[in-house]
């Protein structure tokens, strides 16, 4: 029983997010950023790379969890289709993505992504405490993807996207309270406080670091927190977390911000990427010029920034 979360009832209305209502054709109307689309191509590739980290969870103690192993068959389903809607939305405004694309950040994943799991594996054959660690460590993700998604929904001016990013948003919002309400049960104990707060302050990244590059983590900070209310947004998210059991001192949402901003210096306003232009192909969908933007293209786009959601 996890105090706060009632688990039967998100089991039994687990699904994936509904956009069947929203009409896709709508998301050429209105105009993306480059930026966003930048953006966008990073949430999706790390909603996509859940499979994997899933794989990684599951090599450790989680495994062992009854409430823990239910949530994740649900949670890895929702956020596969929360990858998959990006991209859908994406391809509907005339982005190429990949093919392979998921294999593709795979790859690119760092060795300190890799060293991450082999320690929490590790870890787990030596302390069962290190439950609360990834419980605590999912609930800033969750909070901080949460939040991103709303932030992106209120500035964009595409009204598809807005409403879609609202959607998830939803989803995060559930994810959040299972991993939090989780993790206040197990930060009951002293030595479970000690380890989650030694490996957050030592091995804590936003999200999608280790799987992108660090200028790209710099950069999607920056981009969804750069401005002053961005700063009110860290605090908010570092003054939750700070509630947990032992974890008052917890500011690092904050902090990286304040990194990422030394390092790239203020935001800058992006170019808007237009949506396609009236010609469409054989298959009746909006064409992209040669040169559109393509997902996988941005990637290398990175080596430009100088700095990386
Ligand atoms: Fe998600
Ligand atoms: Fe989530």
Not at 208 to 217: C, H, I
Not at 252 to 257: C, V
Not at 290 to 296: D, F, H, K, L, V
């Amino acid at each position: 029983m996890i105090q706060g979360f009632d688990l039967e009832r998100y089991l039994r209305h687990s699904r994936k997010v509904d956009t069947s209502d929203i009409d896709f054709s709508e998301a050429a109307r209105s105009p993306l950023s480059a930026e966003e689309i930048r953006c966008l191509t990073y949430m999706m590739d790390i909603e996509s790379h859940t499979i994997v980290y899933l794989r990684g969870i599951l090599s450790t103690c989680a495994i062992e969890d009854p409430e823990t192993t239910a949530f994740l068959s649900c949670w890895a389903y929702e956020e596969f289709f929360h990858g998959r809607t990006i991209r859908q939305f994406l391809d509907a405004y005339g982005v190429q993505v990949s093919p392979h694309r998921i294999a593709e950040v795979q790859k690119s994943t760092s060795f300190k992504e890799w060293l991450k799991n082999l320690g929490a594996s590790l870890l787990c054959q030596v302390s069962r405490h290190f439950h609360g660690v990834y419980l605590t460590y999912g609930a800033i993700s969750e909070l901080s993807t949460l939040e991103g998604y709303h932030v992106l929904a209120g500035r964009t001016a595409n009204p598809v996207l807005a409403e879609i990013l609202r959607r998830l948003a939803k989803d995060e919002r559930r994810h959040f309270s299972f991993y939090y309400n989780k993790a206040r049960q197990q930060l009951q104990e002293r030595n479970t406080q000690r380890l989650t707060s030694f490996v957050l302050k030592r091995f804590w990244m936003p999200v999608g670091g280790g799987v992108k590059p660090d200028p790209e983590v710099d950069w999607i900070l920056r981009f969804i927190l750069g401005e002053p209310s961005g700063a009110q947004i860290a605090a908010r998210i570092d003054a939750t977390i700070s509630k947990l059991p032992g974890m008052q001192w917890f500011d690092r949402l904050a902090r990286s911000r304040e990194e990422s901003l030394r390092r790239l210096g203020p935001p800058k306003t992006g170019a808007v990427s237009r949506p396609p232009a009236a010609s469409t192909s054989s298959s009746g969908r909006s064409a992209w010029p040669a040169g559109a933007p393509q997902a996988s293209g941005l990637e290398g786009s990175n080596a430009s920034c100088e700095g990386q959601g």
